[in-house]
């Protein structure tokens, strides 16, 4: 009758094991994509598109959203050290929708052409978001020199930068004189 006891309680203290690894797996999985969806919603921006990589973490996911100046991508890679709207950015990657780049452009917020836009300080990603359609319209007015060849632009964020996803600005046609 012991051994029934203590085999009893083994059982029961292994399914509470079990019951509460997966509660906390479930709890812990969507932190992150919870995290950026809900900084979009409260910056009042539509979401019109998600995305997840599920695996047995979550390893990428993204939104596009749209904000009064137009639509934006923001994606979050896995090994990227930007990962939540508390997350401490120093740059973003940016990559021109429609434009033939085969990888995403870097620009720091410390650059010379950053502080050309005289955009507001941006420290964390949900700075970033906070003051987004300021940056568009800035992007979309001043795009960022292309990388030079002897600085090809990166492919992945693995910096604490965050990958931004933005139209690509009008095509300027110089006539000739």
Not at 19 to 44: K, P, S
Request: hydrophobic share 40%.
């Amino acid at each position: 009758m012991n051994v029934a006891k203590t085999l009893g309680y083994t059982l029961l203290i292994f399914v509470i094991l079990i019951g509460g690894l997966i509660g906390w797996y479930r709890l812990t999985y969507n932190r992150q994509f919870n995290a950026l969806r809900g900084a979009l919603e409260q910056n009042r921006y539509e979401i019109i598109d998600q995305w997840r990589h599920e695996d047995i973490s979550l390893e990428d996911f993204g939104f596009t959203a749209r904000t009064q100046v137009g639509d934006f991508a923001i994606d979050i890679l896995d090994g990227s050290d930007v990962r939540t709207p508390a997350d401490r950015i120093t740059g973003i990657y940016i990559r021109f929708a429609g434009k033939k780049m085969p990888a995403a452009q870097p620009v720091a917020f410390d650059s010379d052409y950053w502080r050309s836009l005289h955009l507001p300080k941006m420290e964390t990603l949900a700075d970033l978001l906070k003051h987004m359609p300021q940056t568009l319209a800035a992007l979309r007015t001043s795009p960022p020199p292309s990388p030079s060849p002897g600085n090809p632009s990166m492919n992945f964020p693995y910096k604490p930068y965050a990958l931004l996803k933005i139209p690509a600005p009008p095509a300027t046609s110089i006539s000739p004189r």
